[in-house]
């Protein structure tokens, strides 16, 4: 079994509804994050938690928000789901050790927005 | 935000052809990664570099940390249909904070 998961794997949505992308990890890392990749544009970071009561803003969060249900478990909402917002999101995990950096990636959501 | 350029944007190879790209930065990092992007799946860590002048292989993939401390280097010998992807850097600025900065990639393709 992966250990970063990802749900949905591919969405298509109209504009203005409300999505939750999730992500669950089974590495027991305590640090999570949300990214988009956009072609040309590589991986922006959009929010990241360090620990379950810790969330952070990332580069280009506006638009979003996340919720640390549990150390395993963070999802990304798009309270009003807007064109730009199409891209491909990945969840990543870390866990502070000798190698620092490591960031271990789910398998993307493919999210399209009409 | 900051983010890092990488060059080229994309290269059309033949097997067995050595491939080298790189990544640039207006401000210092303190470690270095790339990581490969297969077709459909996540990016994965190829090789991390943590000192500045560092060279470190990892099978047909050699990485180099720049001595500015703002670039790094990936070569790949000899290529094979499965180093097919795209090919991000990574910089972190500060040890122990693992928010990462990623490059705008390379996409790799090979020609038959």
């Known amino acids: 079994d992966a250990d970063v998961t990802q749900t949905p794997r591919n969405r298509i949505t109209k504009t203005g509804k409300r999505i939750m992308l999730e992500c669950s990890q089974t590495k027991g890392h305590d640090r999570m994050y949300w990214y988009r990749q956009d072609p040309g544009l590589g991986l922006r970071l959009i929010y990241y938690s360090f620990d379950v009561k810790d969330i952070n803003k990332g580069e280009i969060s506006d638009g979003y928000s996340v919720s640390r249900q549990a150390q395993a478990k963070f999802s990304l909402s798009l309270e009003s789901a807007i064109p730009n917002q199409t891209a491909l999101y990945f969840c990543?995990?870390?866990?502070?050790?000798?190698?620092?950096?490591?960031?271990?990636f789910g398998p993307g959501t493919r999210l399209t927005v009409l | 935000g900051q983010q890092l350029n990488q060059s080229p944007q994309s290269m059309f190879i033949q097997e067995g052809e050595d491939v080298s790209m790189n990544c640039t930065s207006s401000s210092i990092f303190n470690t270095w990664l790339w990581y490969k992007q297969d077709p459909g799946e996540g990016p994965v860590l190829l090789i991390a570099l943590y000192k500045a002048g560092e060279l470190t292989s990892n099978g047909r993939l050699t990485a180099q940390f720049g001595i500015t401390r703002k670039d790094s280097f990936l070569n790949i010998s000899a290529s094979i249909p499965s180093d097919v992807g795209i090919y991000f850097c990574?910089?972190?600025?500060?040890?122990?904070?693992?928010?990462?900065?990623f490059g705008t990639g390379t996409r790799l393709t090979i020609i038959p």
């Open positions: 990543a995990t870390s866990d502070p050790g000798p190698y620092v950096g490591e960031q271990f």
């Open positions: 990574a910089g972190q600025r500060n040890f122990g904070n693992e928010k990462l900065t």
